[in-house]
């Protein structure tokens, strides 16, 4: 077994036994900057030429390890390395400890329901549960879970909000026949008072849509004012995830070390920006960078204010948690290079899409991204965050943007005191962490370079089905035709030409509507990659207000929202006054958090539905987000395009994504006047005179009130008060997970996996959203009769990202996504064939039975496998089904490594090689051998039943993933250095 590690302070540790540090004689003291003086490593002291070539992501990184050292999780010989990266880079594996961990509620309830179990294994141990905390200081952002149940063209309190298909025959209302504004609840179940009180109470009602008209009761149809909109959806919030906040709370009193932010504080990303990042730390002090590792693959935009992060696993954020560093081969470092003048017509939106097509032609996964050159002044700091966002689209680990001018400017504008500000500034200068993009003499040594010239950079949007493919919008109306010609593919939907005109008449709230392929259903400014943008949130405002004012409206069946990231954004809408104009238009607020994006949408109205279902039309959604796979937002949507906020309106006000903007009218007026979209476009100067009125402050300021003053029903919410966490067997949310079951002190050797069937055949592009939903949990799958059997109704279901404290139900909604394509079955859905019996049965339930008779079982895949958002149940649920090995032509970086942490080996076949050229059925039984004594990317050989025998190459990158692997995952490795040295 391998050495066992205390989790303690490693720095502390040493020093009492030391007395001192390993580079004590680099400490220096930062003067005459404050009243009071702050020491820091000073690595100029260091007296080493290669410092000043290095880039300035690779000096964090050094500073970091300089800091850390304590002779066995950081050695000098890992701060040499770092320091000779020219030499080193790609070929040794370094250590690094970030200054905190970032979580959001998805993606950090399993994290923290693990430590609420290890506190109960230390405890039957005798330890002391106290003890088990987090050693790195942790922040948990509430705002993955809000849903849209109410919106100014919708009520969606459906018999199964957040969960289910849709509405069943009862909740059907005829097209034909809308109810009226006045219509009474017709003695509907939910109702607790009469139709004149107007009180929005919850039970059975269908889903009224209503035409551009303030919300009214699901039940009495009475108005609720325009301003309860988020409020109304923060209840129904609270009161669906009532369990899961529960244990938030107690979480944030139970542990020290952690910090838990309510729900409608903001997006985890915007809140990291503008409350959680200090850019330079001071503990006690003592200076040093800030830097982050995140649950969510979109920390990166915190790189934009020049702060290291990245996305890591849950299971990879406990190990930091507790202590223990990262491990990653030392990067190559690619400098893009920014030249030319921005194009006035293009978006920063554009600019993201431009530089993550150009990075992603470039092929550098795994990589850092550096920028430089005297374009990046050009953008600001909300710019460069964007751009950080979208790094994990062309798979690099960073988008680093050194701090300068621009970035101090920004924080002077948000939380950041004058003393602050010298202090930072006066440090980085000291350590050259701080830089001046227009002197080329500064530029560092990079491992390869890109220029791009942003001049070359026109308006773009993404889709019909990935956010790689990208369609000029000059060329858009034509794109589209040829997608409904194409073969089914990532943008093919293989419409036969003579139903290519095909339009379907319908009627909404008693008015006759027309859709045709290419029509607009969906359009959601939401949260994630733009509302750090000022620039392209207002020009959507300010394109509304001009469009509104033009005579120009939105259809009212098209589903539009506004899912602001934060207060900070509504704020500086309503004060540049285009807030009231996007409200015109159906873009209204309807809470904080992420919704649209990860499909917590309300339902279409029924007659769109049908419409598009009777006619087989390719309709539309159109969103401001980064992911846009097909029927992620609405079952019933094949196309969707990713857009600037301000062409999301455009296409809206159009109807239609087959439009040419140039020489087609955006939409005509009440009296039959044309308007095209350059009339009501906003210039640039419009765009930057607004954005110096409406961005002071004092937006910053109510944020930071917002964050730590809570809200009225998070502070009323009550919490239980102990040590160890109280389970409650009959909870369906938060169940102590399975993982710690019959852990031994010491991890066995591995075995060598004998006599596997693959429990799925899997293609190319299969995403986590295939692989473990965060979506609603549909009627007729495994976790929906888990959960009937705990007496639930489907209203009640919710969706799989909120119940991913419960192993049970997401282990049954593992590969139970209604798109995954099985070639054992060759149709989508979530079966697959047990290959002993010869039954198509749901995946869970062939993967149980193949349990019961004790066969282990693989995945073969094609390319990319585990591509999309970082989601450790993609790696925990494959194993709890028992998948021992993936063997995939090629697999999306983070995923891998989330694999490796749960203890299922990722297998690559050799280059040139797939199951395919292998003449694999899938359907043979494959035996894999594991020796005892594994090193990084060992081929290993597989034989197949048929007589087939090929080579297979372990993607276990360094010595730490193979600890990982042997010891069952970092999980079990982390459980056991508290099982043998906790008291």
């Known amino acids: 077994a391998e050495e066992i590690v205390c989790v303690t302070d490693p720095v502390m540790a040493l020093a009492a036994a030391a007395q001192d540090h390993p580079y004590q004689n680099l400490i220096d003291t ?64 370094v250590p690094f400890s970030p200054a905190r961990v970032l979580l959001q509620d998805f993606t950090g309830i399993p994290a923290m329901v693990d430590l609420a179990a290890m506190r109960d294994a ?38 199964n909000p957040g969960g289910g298909e849709g ?38 009602s269908t889903a009224v849509q209503i035409e551009n008209t303030p919300i009214l009761c699901p039940f009495h149809l009475q108005p609720v004012s325009d301003p309860e909109t988020t409020l109304k959806n923060q209840e129904v919030e609270l009161n669906r995830n009532k369990e899961r906040l529960q244990f938030f709370k107690w979480c944030s009193k139970a542990f020290t070390n952690v910090n838990v932010v309510p729900p409608d504080a903001g997006a985890i990303h915007q809140v990291n920006l503008e409350y959680l990042s200090r850019v330079v730390r001071d503990d006690g002090g003592f200076l040093y960078p800030d830097s982050v590792v995140g649950t969510d693959s979109h920390t990166t935009m915190i790189n934009g204010l020049g702060i290291l992060g990245w996305g890591v696993g849950g299971i990879e954020s406990e190990a930091v948690m507790l202590g223990q560093p990262i491990s990653l081969t030392l990067p190559q470092v690619v400098g893009c290079k920014l030249v030319g003048s921005i194009n006035m017509l293009a978006t920063s939106i554009d600019i993201v899409l431009g530089i993550t097509k150009h990075l992603r032609q470039a092929g550098i996964a795994g990589r850092f991204v550096e920028f430089f050159g005297p374009g990046v002044c050009q953008l600001s700091a909300a710019d460069r965050t964007t751009i950080a966002n979208m790094c994990p689209e062309y798979n690099a680990t960073v988008s680093f943007f050194p701090v300068d001018d621009v970035t101090l400017k920004h924080l002077k504008q948000t939380k950041f005191s004058e003393e602050k500000l010298d202090i930072m500034e006066a440090y980085l200068k000291a350590v050259k962490l701080f830089r001046n993009y227009q002197d080329p003499s500064e530029d560092p040594q990079y491992s390869e370079v890109i220029e791009i010239n942003l001049s070359s950079i026109i308006p773009h949007v993404s889709g019909p089905k990935r956010p790689q493919d990208r369609v000029a919008v000059s060329n858009m109306k034509k794109d589209f035709l040829n997608c409904l010609n194409e073969k089914v593919s990532f943008k093919g939907f293989h419409i036969p030409c003579e139903k290519q005109e095909t339009v379907m008449p319908f009627l909404h709230e008693g008015t006759e509507y027309k859709l045709a392929h290419g029509s607009v259903v969906i359009a959601a400014v939401i949260s ?12 959507a405002g300010l394109l509304a207000k001009k469009a509104v004012e033009a005579g120009l409206t939105v ?64 309709a539309c959604g159109v969103l ?27 296409y809206a006000i159009a109807g239609t994504v087959g439009i040419d903007f140039e020489t087609e009218p955006l939409g005509v007026t009440a009296d039959g006047k044309e308007v095209y979209l350059r009339e009501v476009w906003p210039t640039r100067e419009e765009l930057q005179q607004t954005e110096e ?31 160890l966490f109280p389970w409650d067997p009959k909870s369906t949310y938060i169940r102590c997970p399975s993982f710690f079951q019959k852990l031994t002190k010491e991890a066995p050797p591995p075995q060598s996996i004998e006599n596997a069937y693959a429990l799925l055949f899997l293609g190319d592009m299969v995403t986590t959203d295939h692989i473990s939903p965060a979506g609603s949990i549909a009627r007729v799958s495994a976790a929906a009769k888990y959960l009937t059997t705990k007496r639930l109704t489907p209203r009640e279901f919710n969706s799989y990202g909120a119940r991913r404290g419960n192993d049970a139900v997401m282990t049954r909604g593992t590969f139970a996504s209604i798109k995954l394509q099985n070639r054992f ?159």
């Open 693 to 723: 009125q409406s961005i002071i402050p004092s937006m910053f300021a109510d944020v930071k009130e917002r964050m730590e003053k809570g809200n009225k029903l998070w502070n009323s919410l009550e919490a239980p008060e102990c040590t």
């Open 825 to 983: 079955i060759g149709k989508t859905g979530p079966k697959t064939l047990h290959i002993p019996s010869g039954q198509t049965l749901d995946v869970f339930e062939a993967a149980e039975r193949y349990q019961r008779e004790g066969i282990p079982v693989i995945i073969l895949a094609g390319k990319k496998y585990g591509s999309g958002n970082s989601r450790d149940w993609a790696a925990k649920g494959p194993y709890l089904l028992g998948v021992k090995a993936v063997i995939a032509e090629s697999f999306e970086r983070m995923h891998k490594n989330h694999l490796v942490g749960i203890g299922i080996a990722p297998l690559q076949f050799l280059p040139g090689e797939s199951a395919d050229v292998l003449g694999l059925s899938g359907k043979e039984k494959f035996s894999i051998s594991i020796p005892e004594v594994l090193s990084p990317r060992q081929e290993l050989t597989v034989k197949a039943s048929s007589g087939k025998i090929f080579k297979v190459i372990a993607l276990f990158e360094n010595e730490m993933d193979i600890v990982f692997f042997k010891q069952g995952g970092i999980l079990k490795y982390v459980s056991r250095n508290m099982l043998q040295h906790l008291p």
């Open 167 to 204: 509405q069943g025959a009862a909740a059907r209302s005829s097209p034909a026949k809308p109810q009226p504004r006045g219509a009474q609840c017709g003695g509907q179940r939910g109702c607790r008072g009469s139709c004149n009180e107007g009180t929005a109470t919850s039970g059975k």
């Open 528 to 539: 994630c990659t733009n509302n750090c943008n000022p620039s392209v949130m207002l020009a």
């Open 624 to 650: 401001s987000g980064n992911r846009n796979f097909e029927g992620r937002l609405c079952e019933c949507v094949r196309a969707n395009y990713l857009a600037s906020p301000p062409l999301v309106v455009a």
């Open 555 to 618: 259809k009212p069946y098209i589903r539009t929202s506004l899912a602001p990231g934060s207060g900070m954004v509504t704020h500086y809408l309503s004060a540049s006054g285009v807030l009231p104009y996007l409200s015109v238009l159906g873009f209204e607020v309807i809470g904080y958090g992420c919704a649209t994006c990860v499909g917590n949408m309300a339902p279409l109205p029924e007659a769109v539905v049908d419409a598009i279902k009777q006619g087989d039309l390719v």
């Open 30 to 93: 930062l003067k005459n900057v404050s009243s009071k003086d702050r020491h820091f490593f000073n690595l100029q002291k260091l007296n080493d030429p290669r410092y000043d070539a290095l880039p300035f992501s690779i000096r964090v990184l050094l500073e970091a390890a300089v800091r850390k050292c304590d002779g066995f999780y950081v050695k000098k010989e890992d701060v040499l390395n770092i320091l000779d990266w020219c030499q080193q880079q790609s070929s040794v594996e």
């Open 122 to 159: 230390v405890n039957k141990q005798g330890g002391d549960p106290e003890q088990v905390n987090p050693l790195c200081h942790t922040d948990l952002i509430v705002d993955h879970s809000l849903q849209i149940d109410f919106s100014k063209c919708a009520i969606q309190n459906s018999p």
